[in-house]
């Protein structure tokens, strides 16, 4: 069985310019060849000019894993209690629990319990990203949520990057459970992800976009390629936080880094936009790229967001 459908249990690992997605790859494909073979199998395929330049090599279609894959050191997810007032922690796509767990440590130190899921198809190999759908991601999330408020009563979700999208989605959707929302570097809308569904009958993947940080040394735990399929399916989820935005009623903090070369700061400025909640606020990184909780300015992060929790949970 396939290690997306089976639910990770919290309680036993206590204490543990912009780049495109999609868009600079379908910008310069050029596979006439690979569009020749595909009409040849009867599958009607739309020629974006462009896609030999990125068009790799890769082995035949994906398939589902036959053994559940090793999770790589340092990707195992994490649980910290501290104290009645919890955290969930949403890490970003291709990424790792390694991006959040800094943050966990540190709310733990100040009282505040915290849990890091590892979410489908990541901390593994990019292969198994292939198979994760966004609605995995959804439900590990939950899980994530109802394994800490079993232990807190109040509790916010705070996620980074497409984290940041799936935080927003969870907090639209499940608000009486839930004091308030953080997005770190959010992604909600991209429309040249809208490309997905045709790249991905080209080519397999394309070459990774992570570690994106300014601080010398820090390197943040990706992978190395990204599955076109699982792009589509970040889409996917990126239109469902989109359209929940004007629901979301919820206590609002949105950090934004000033240098992003990976999410436009646009995202930010439209989830900001677009929620429905009174108390909302939008603060600006000035010395961080877009891993901005691996970054020079984690610590301001991670102060901000307790005086969050203070304001919105109580003591």
Known sequence: MSHQNTPIDYRAIEGKGNASYVGIWCARMDVPHTARAARGRGR????????????????????????????????????????????????????????????????ASQGVSSVGPRL??????????????WRQWEREALTALDDLSSRCDRVIVVGQSMGGALALHVAATNQERLRGVVAINPIVRRPDLLFAPVARLVMRSAKGIGNDIKKPGQDELVYTRIPLRAVNQMGKLLRAAD?????????????????????????????????????KDLLLLSNSYHVATLDYDAPYIFDQTLRFIDEVCGP
């Open 44 to 107: 009607r395929v739309r020629v974006v000019p462009g896609a030999a330049a990125l068009s790799q090599p890769d082995v035949p279609s994906a398939r589902a894993p036959l053994t559940t894959p090793r999770v790589l050191p340092g990707a195992e997810p994490f649980r910290f209690d501290a104290g009645p007032r919890g955290a969930l922690l949403l890490h970003g796509f291709t990424g790792a629990p390694a991006s959040m767990r800094p943050f966990g440590e540190w709310l």
């Open 120 to 133: 489908p198809g990541h901390g593994t190999t990019w292969e198994d990203l292939e198979t994760a759908t």
């Open 243 to 279: 359209r929940g935005l004007p629901t979301l009623t919820l206590p609002l903090l949105v950090f934004n880094a000033v240098e992003d070369h990976t999410v436009k700061p646009a995202n930010s400025q439209r989830v900001i936009a677009r929620a429905a909640s009174t108390k």
